[in-house]
C-alpha cells in the first residue's frame, strides 16, 4: 500500500514559546504537515491524495497539470506520480526556459526535481499559460499526448478539498482559531469545512487581490472563517530583507524552517497581531504549516542577486 492509500495520515503538533506570545497571554501551535512525506509535504499530499486515486480507479496511466517555473504542486505532482506508478506531464509557464533546457534545469531546483521524477515537461508562452482552463486548450493537450487525468494549476478541485478536510483531527477541537496560508483557496476551503462550530479560520493570503473570498465560497458555505489581508508582503513570490530575517530567527528559535512564500507570511502575521493585542487572552492558535520548503532553493538565487540575506536551511 502507498503512501496515497484510504488511509488517513496525521501529522503532529508543535508548540511554540516566545516572549511575544508570551505577552499576548496567547497559545501557538503549530500542526507540522510539511513532515508528512519528503517530497510530497503538506497542503501538496493533501490536494493531491484523492484525486491520484480517483485517476487510477478510472484506468489512468498519465497525469497532466499545470504551473510555474518554481511551482511546489509541479514538484510534488511528478514526485508523487512517480511514487504511485503514473506518468506526469507539467506545462509550465514561460516558453523561454525551453530554449536551453539543460541550462534551466541546472538553474531551477524545482524542475529539476520534477524531470528527475520522471515529469515530461512542455512550455508553454505567458498568454498560451492563461487558457489553462479553456476547454478547446485542454482539449488540444489531451490530443497531443493522449487520455490523461488533468489536476488544475495549483491543484484545487473537489478532491483537493475533500483531502484537505483530513488536516484537522478531533483532537484540535480545542483550539480556538485556525489559520492557514491562503494560495488558491483550496487548502483553507477543507479546513473550514472541518472545522468545529467554535472555532474561527483565519486566512493568510500569500497574494494580492480580493477575488479569494469568491473562490473559497465555491467550496464551503461555513462563514466562520476571514481572510487576512496585511501581510502578502507585495504579492505573490515577493519578500524582502525583513521576512528572510524572521524565517532565520524562528528556524533557530524553534528549530521550525518556514516557506518563504506561505508559511513566514502567516506566522510573521499572527506574530504582529499577537503583539498589536489582536487576539483575546488565553486563545489557542493552530498554524498549519503547509509545507513547501522545496522552493526556498529557488528564492534563494533571486536573493542573491538582489544582494540580499539567503534564507538559512538547517536544523
Known amino acids: 500500500m502507498h503512501i496515497f492509500s484510504s488511509e488517513t495520515v496525521h501529522s503532529e503538533n508543535q508548540s511554540i514559546i516566545h516572549p511575544i506570545l508570551d505577552e499576548a497571554e496567547v497559545f501557538l501551535d503549530i500542526k507540522r504537515e510539511d513532515e508528512i512525506h519528503k517530497e510530497v509535504s503538506g497542503n501538496k499530499f493533501r490536494k493531491l491524495k484523492y484525486n491520484l486515486i480517483e485517476a487510477q480507479r478510472n484506468g489512468f496511466t498519465t497525469v497532466l497539470t499545470f504551473g510555474g517555473a518554481y511551482s511546489n504542486h509541479i514538484a510534488a505532482t511528478a514526485a508523487a506520480g512517480k511514487i504511485v506508478g ?3 506531464i507539467g506545462i509550465i509557464r514561460g516558453e523561454e526556459l525551453m530554449k536551453d533546457l539543460e541550462k534551466t534545469l541546472f538553474e531551477n531546483d524545482t524542475l529539476r526535481l520534477a524531470s528527475d521524477s520522471g515529469m515530461h515537461l512542455k512550455f508553454v508562452s505567458r498568454g498560451v499559460y492563461r487558457d489553462k482552463t479553456n476547454p478547446a486548450f485542454l482539449q ?3 490530443n497531443e499526448f493522449g487520455s490523461c487525468y488533468v489536476i488544475p494549476e495549483g491543484g484545487t478541485n473537489s478532491l483537493a478539498i475533500k483531502g484537505c478536510e483530513e488536516i484537522l483531527t478531533p483532537e484540535d477541537a480545542m483550539y480556538d482559531i485556525i489559520s492557514c496560508a491562503v494560495g488558491t483557496g483550496g487548502t483553507i476551503s477543507g479546513i473550514i469545512n472541518s472545522s468545529e462550530s467554535h472555532q474561527k479560520i483565519l486566512g493568510f493570503p500569500a497574494l494580492k487581490g480580493g477575488f479569494l473570498s469568491d473562490e473559497i465560497k465555491k467550496y464551503t458555505s461555513k462563514t466562520n472563517w476571514e481572510l487576512i489581508h496585511n501581510y502578502h508582503f507585495g504579492g ?23 516557506d518563504p512564500v ?52 538547517g536544523s
Not at 242 to 251: H, K, L, S
Not at 266 to 277: K, L, V
Request: charged fraction near 25%; aromatic fraction near 8%; charge should be positive.
Open 140 to 142: 488540444e493537450l489531451k
Open 236 to 258: 505573490y513570490g515577493k519578500i524582502n530583507q525583513e521576512g528572510v530575517e524572521f524565517i532565520n530567527t524562528f528556524r533557530e528559535q524553534q528549530h521550525i524552517l518556514l
Open 86 to 88: 503514473l506518468q506526469t
Open 262 to 313: 506561505y508559511t513566514m507570511k502567516m506566522i510573521f502575521g499572527i506574530f504582529d497581531m499577537a503583539e498589536r493585542s489582536v487576539f483575546k487572552k488565553n486563545t489557542r492558535i493552530l498554524a498549519i504549516h503547509t509545507g513547501g520548503l522545496q522552493g526556498i532553493a529557488g528564492m534563494n538565487k533571486k536573493l542573491n542577486k538582489k544582494k540580499l540575506p539567503l534564507i538559512t536551511i
